[in-house]
């Protein structure tokens, strides 16, 4: 005959079973593939930039859409008219030095088919993101700021890629 399990067993078992059945009630879900309202795209930005080569390889993991590497045969065009970072002080230290900056990564950007009628008008992603910045980690701070630029161009990407899905045709 096998005991009764103690009771802090079976608080431990009840907590578990409530957080699934908390997870399972939230609406969590993965995304998923995305579903397009075109079948080939191009992208007209610039192809040796590291902003395309990200957003191409997203493009073409995200959905059913094929990626093309000319305007030719392309059912719409991506025009990329604008990437740029902009760095600015936020806050000075009592010496006069800057202790805080603000990252900006602006994204404009169109879509439009073969014929010139635009699927999306002319938009633009602004995503900032601010970090405090000490003369003595130097390095260190370099390092976050490119890892900060980094992830800022992979969340202006997503947010490319959920805008297209949104796209119909004129």
Same mark, same amino acid.
């Given at each position: 005959?096998?005991?009764?399990?103690?009771?802090?067993?079976?608080?431990?078992?009840?907590?578990?079973?409530?957080?699934?059945?908390?997870?399972?009630?939230?609406?969590?879900?993965?995304?998923?593939?995305?579903?397009?309202?075109?079948?080939?795209?191009?992208?007209?930005?610039?192809?040796?930039?590291?902003?395309?080569?990200?957003?191409? =390889? *997203?493009?073409?993991? @995200?959905?059913?859409?094929? $990626?093309?590497? !000319?305007?030719?045969? %392309?059912?719409?065009? /991506?025009?990329?008219?604008?990437?740029?970072?902009?760095?600015?002080?936020?806050?000075?230290?009592?010496?006069? =030095? *800057?202790?805080?900056? @603000?990252?900006?990564?602006? $994204?404009?950007? !169109?879509?439009?088919? %073969?014929?010139?009628? /635009?699927?999306?008008?002319?938009?633009?992603?602004?995503?900032?993101?601010?970090?405090?910045?000490?003369?003595?980690?130097?390095?260190?701070?370099?390092?976050?700021?490119?890892?900060?630029?980094?992830?800022?161009?992979?969340?202006?990407?997503?947010?490319?890629?959920?805008?297209?899905?949104?796209?119909?045709?004129?």
């Amino acid at each position: 005959m096998t005991p009764a399990p103690s009771l802090p067993m079976r608080l431990r078992t009840f907590a578990f079973v409530a957080a699934l059945a908390a997870l399972a009630g939230c609406g969590f879900q993965l995304r998923g593939t995305a579903t397009y309202a075109f079948d080939t795209i191009y992208v007209g930005a610039p192809p040796s930039m590291p902003f395309t080569v990200e957003l191409k =390889r *997203a493009l073409a993991g @995200a959905g059913a859409a094929k $990626v093309l590497d !000319s305007p030719q045969g %392309a059912q719409v065009v /991506l025009d990329i008219a604008n990437v740029s970072d902009d760095k600015s002080v936020l806050s000075l230290s009592p010496g006069g =030095r *800057a202790r805080e900056f @603000a990252l900006t990564k602006r $994204v404009a950007f !169109s879509l439009r088919d %073969a014929e010139g009628r /635009l699927w999306l008008t002319q938009d633009e992603i602004a995503i900032r993101r601010s970090y405090l910045y000490d003369d003595t980690e130097r390095l260190a701070r370099e390092i976050q700021e490119q890892r900060l630029l980094a992830e800022m161009q992979s969340d202006a990407i997503a947010q490319i890629v959920r805008r297209l899905q949104s796209a119909r045709k004129p």
